[in-house]
Nanobody, 121 residues
Framework: QVQLVESGGGLVQPGGSLRLSCVASGFTFSSFGMSWYRQTPGNERELVATITSTGGSTNYPDSVKGRFTISRDNAKNTLYLQVNSLRPEDTAVYYC??????????????WGQGTQVTVSS
């Protein structure tokens, strides 16, 4: 079955860092571009990083550019997001998914549980 398991979140002070991980299974991970998203209550999911299937190219919105780094290890079916210089506005649940959100489980687009990042002093 398709599965995405995010981990690595936690409570950090402003300026702190975390390394988020996403372990994928149930599909050919190395064939898909992958992305990280984040979501806060009352808001839509926001794309924060994208990486090509080989890891050869990455893309970030201005809100995180220079602070976040997406990477992947296809041999381990794992996607990473290094988040540095964290700000309170980075507080959110962070999710991984394929670039075009093509995973389906039980008739619906599949999302994992996400991992909570809280930035507070």
């Amino acid at each position: 079955q398709v599965q995405l398991v995010e981990s690595g979140g936690g409570l950090v002070q402003p300026g702190g860092s975390l390394r988020l991980s996403c372990v994928a299974s149930g599909f050919t991970f190395s064939s898909f571009g992958m992305s990280w998203y984040r979501q806060t209550p009352g808001n839509e999911r926001e794309l924060v990083a994208t990486i090509t299937s080989t890891g050869g190219s990455t893309n970030y919105p201005d809100s995180v550019k220079g602070r976040f780094t997406i990477s992947r290890d296809n041999a381990k079916n794992t996607l990473y997001l290094q988040v540095n210089s964290l700000r309170p506005e980075d507080t959110a649940v962070y999710y991984c998914n394929t670039k075009y959100n093509t995973l389906v489980k039980n008739g619906r687009t599949y999302w994992g549980q996400g991992t909570q990042v809280t930035v507070s002093s």
